[in-house]
């Protein structure tokens, strides 16, 4: 069986967690805010990985794969507006993520499908020919 697994991009001490978090798929990073959380779920033919990110649009994605390395990201967008005279407050904000994942070789990288409905953002990574499980066949003794 082969998994993804999840690259991080930040300093020295950040790749010490790398070996150390509880799990490979984001660990103490789940404690951020901005980064979604992710599922990863593997079958016979594919594998689907899911990320939560509501209130956003398909437009602010950047979704690019680069040296077998799936890389999503999204940047912030914040709006502030105060008047003094109707008491009246808003405040907009919505946090940048970055997350890259690397591909296994096993993935037909040619053909991902990514969709984004209800703040779920989906990707289905389909396996190689030669990665799917081979039928049962049966050996004739000469």
């Not at 959380?37 to 990110?53: F, G, H, Q, T």
């Given at each position: 069986m082969m998994s993804l697994i999840k690259r991080n991009h930040v300093s020295l001490p950040s790749l010490m967690n790398e070996f150390l978090k509880p799990d490979w798929f984001g660990g103490m990073e789940a404690l951020n805010?901005?980064?979604?959380?992710?599922?990863?779920?593997?079958?016979?033919?594919?594998?689907?990985?899911?990320?939560?990110?509501?209130?956003?649009?398909?437009k602010d994605f950047k979704i690019e794969i680069d040296n077998d390395v799936l890389t999503i990201s999204t940047s912030t967008q914040s709006e502030t507006a105060t008047e003094k005279e109707n008491y009246?407050?808003?405040?907009?904000?919505?946090?940048?993520?970055?997350?890259?994942?690397?591909?296994?070789?096993?993935?037909?990288?040619?053909?991902?499908?990514?969709?984004?409905e209800n703040g779920i953002l989906k990707f289905i990574l389909p396996k190689k020919e030669e990665a799917l499980p081979k039928p049962k066949r049966a050996i004739e003794l000469k």
């Open positions: 805010p901005y980064n979604p959380a992710v599922n990863i779920k593997e079958n016979e033919l594919d594998y689907s990985l899911e990320l939560v990110v509501p209130g956003r649009e398909k009246t407050r808003r405040e907009f904000v919505s946090g940048a993520f970055k997350r890259a994942f690397t591909l296994p070789d096993t993935i037909a990288k040619d053909s991902i499908d990514a969709s984004y």
